[in-house]
């Protein structure tokens, strides 16, 4: 077996976030091209003969041209092992995105050049700054016209509250884009063929001193540019500091354009070096380390239906410290028990390939007969562990959702629990009364239809449904042993539901009908979010 410190100081496990169509799915897709983990990288857009992005393995996925689920890639590249997590940008599949952020030990954050931060792009650093975990950001489509560079590091400074560092700068943009400056190198790569990236690229370097060969390459006029940009990034720049870096407080930038491939092979590179191999993991136990001997893992994923040829569900666990190796037993935290995990494997969007080992920072899918749960933790029995819950976020839409077909209550309830174990949705009933007719939450309306394609086209199961007037939903904390809950005082709008995993929860129409409940109900105790 390969020496355990090592093979874990080589792991890299990020994940790549953005606003929806700013390319982030495109840069994941160039990136495993220069891993060799793929020949020719898909176009996520375009004709209905192109090719589809590898990362994006859902049916849905492929006809809207968006990511809706988190996919998890590894492959090798100079040296390092590197886990890519690529998330939904879209508002919608947010919370999918929150939780596979915890399983990253970076992040990627890809902003489009001519739109700089956008919506979705502020609220996913707000959850990476939470955990002060690196933040690289890649300025992407500088093929097109672009905002200016200085405005959108300001921007970036200003909206963060973070230092920055280009690492390279553009030169030009759109028409105009010769290629970027270096500045580790002191060397501009100039890029002058504009193609849609299929293939592995090369850049002419060129020395900022060698002013003939520069002008050849980029112009008098850029050249002249370049000059007085470096000499001022030089004078009123941060500095550069790693230590920064590693804590989230400064975020090295880099200039690109990842549908023509430019500076997405030097982007890699660089952050290979700068980022963190698997970073330590809070416990109750206490903080555990990656580089210990004791394999512990925890799941922050489900999946069902990845492949249309097996009916079966997809555990996603990462690896937070030691040695996972195949076919032993490990101790299964929640469940209380010990379970033989015998076809652990790697992942390559909805490709997978059977491994005997795994390191710190890997993910790994294990085949769930449906005893995981999202925040679920696997480690050994003589070294347990229970790492930190994975927060589950209140949802804003409510629907309730029935079968089309009285006779496929089977069906319909397969699929329903199903995908609610995976964190997609949340589903809800009345007290007693099955799941004849379910409540189902959401935080953004995109779901539902993901949820009526899923159930219609995975289980064979076409439903109705209909708008419900509530906007929040609250976990009741109390033992309901001491508090009856079919006796509570609540306004009209309000009503007591439970999940499918039988916890109490009140839904609401309105703020003021929470706090009605709050008053009328003395000792009721109340819960915006619950851990898993």
């Keep these: 077996m390969a020496d355990l410190r090592q093979e874990i100081a080589r792991r890299r496990t990020f994940a790549i976030i953005s606003h ?70 879209h508002q919608d599949f947010s919370e999918d995105t929150y939780r596979t952020l915890m399983a990253a030990d970076s992040a990627v954050m890809v902003i489009d050049a001519a739109k700089g931060i956008e919506p979705q792009t502020r609220k996913l650093f707000k ?134 491939n430019f500076g997405v092979e030097p982007f890699l590179k660089s952050f290979l070096a700068l980022t963190t191999p698997p970073l330590p993991r809070a416990a109750a136990e206490g903080v555990v380390d990656p580089f210990e001997d004791s394999f512990s893992a925890f799941v922050f994923k489900i999946q069902a239906n990845m492949n249309k040829s097996h009916r079966d569900r997809i555990a996603f666990m990462r690896v937070a410290s030691g040695r996972f190796e195949r076919d032993r037993e490990y101790y299964h935290v929640q469940g209380g028990r010990s379970l033989r995990l015998a076809q652990p494997q790697q992942m390559m969007a909805q490709s997978r390939q059977i491994i005997d080992e795994a390191y710190a920072g890997d993910i790994i899918g294990i085949f769930d007969p449906g005893v995981f749960a999202i925040g679920d933790t696997v480690c050994e029995k003589s070294r347990r562990v229970t790492y930190e819950g994975i927060p589950t976020f209140a949802p804003e839409i409510f629907a309730a959702v029935e079968r089309v077909d009285t006779m496929k209550r089977k069906q319909f309830e397969k699929g329903m629990l199903e995908i609610a174990q995976e964190g997609a949705i949340q589903i809800f009933h009345a007290p007693g009364s099955g799941l004849e007719e379910v409540i189902v939450g959401v935080v953004g309306i995109l779901q539902l239809e993901v949820l009526e394609y899923r159930l219609r086209t995975e289980y064979g199961v076409d439903v109705r449904r209909r708008t419900l007037p509530y906007q929040f939903v609250r976990w009741i904390e109390n033992d309901p042993n001491e508090l009856d809950l079919s006796r509570l005082n609540l306004g009209s709008d309000s009503r007591w539901v439970q999940d499918f995993r039988g916890n109490n929860l009140l839904v609401f129409g309105g703020q003021w009908s929470i706090r009605w409940a709050e008053e009328k109900n003395p000792g009721l105790v109340l819960r915006e979010f619950r851990r898993n």
């Design 20 to 89: 929806p169509d700013a390319g982030k799915t495109t840069l994941t897709e160039k990136l495993l091209l220069y891993g060799g983990a793929i020949q020719l990288a898909g176009a996520v857009k375009g004709k209905a003969s192109a090719r589809h992005a590898v990362s994006d393995w859902m049916e849905l996925e492929k006809q809207r041209g968006i990511s809706i689920t988190s996919s998890v890639m590894q492959f090798e590249y100079d040296g390092f092992c590197i886990n890519i997590l690529d998330t939904p940008g």
């Design 127 to 260: 959850v990476c700054a939470m955990r002060h975990i690196p933040i690289f950001t890649f300025i992407n489509k500088l093929d097109r016209d672009a905002r200016s560079p200085y405005d959108l590091i300001e921007q970036l400074e200003t909206e963060f509250g973070i230092g920055t560092y280009p690492m390279n700068w553009p030169i030009g943009s759109g028409q105009d884009f010769k290629g970027v400056y270096d500045r580790e190198s002191g060397r501009v790569l100039a890029f002058t063929e504009h193609h849609r990236g299929a293939n592995r690229i090369e850049a002419t370097a060129c020395g900022l001193d060698d002013i003939p060969a520069l002008d050849a390459l980029i112009g008098p006029r850029l050249r002249e540019e370049l000059q007085n940009d470096v000499e001022l990034l030089d004078g009123a720049g941060y500095d550069f500091d790693e230590e920064q870096v590693r804590s989230g407080a400064l975020s090295p930038v880099f200039f690109g354009s990842a549908l023509t």
